[in-house]
């Protein structure tokens, strides 16, 4: 059996260093999970983080078992939000922001095998599951890039795609703020993670 790996195959998750690329983003199934607040300060993104993987890895098993089709389970992602945009380029006030957390799954992931997976992932004592949904996300033209180094240090980075290539290539910013998590940042030093940075775009009228 052959275990794909869409981190290899979808040019979504093939973003480069140092570049900022404009690129079409198909529609995409998701988990996905909403919370509120500052990332760091653990409690509900924790829990999220966790009902993410436990489902996530429980439908990858049942995917295979079930249906004979085997994948590598994705990496965490989030889609941020706050009432002051300017919060993501400054990094200084993140208790204002809303996120969605999210882990692509394959298309043929259905709702009852979905469903199945949920229940198992909460018989066994998993939290927030129960929250969980499945979700397909259609972002579209997005900009992306991928940033090394840390979450603080992703502000200039930000600024630069907001204020200077985004107008200069007759864009307009649109949708949430869009990072997938491509290092385990509770494994890796800060200096070594590697994030995805995609923002939705459309083209100025």
Known sequence: MTKIDFKKTLPSYLAKVGKFEIIDVPPLQYLMIDGHGDPNAGGPFAEAVSALFSVGYKLKFASKIDLGLDYAVMPLEGLWSSADPSTFTSALDKSTWD???????????????????????????GTGVERLRLEVLAEGRCVQILHLGSFDEEGPVLHQLHTEFVPANGLTL???HHEIYLSDFTKTAPAKLRTILRQPVSVTS
Do not use: C, N, Y
Request: charged share 25%; proline share 3%.
């Open 174 to 176: 649109g949708g949430r």
């Open 99 to 125: 996120w969605t957390l999210a882990m692509m799954v394959p298309d043929w992931i259905t709702t009852e095998l979905f469903s199945g997976a949920q229940e198992a992932a909460r018989r066994k004592g």
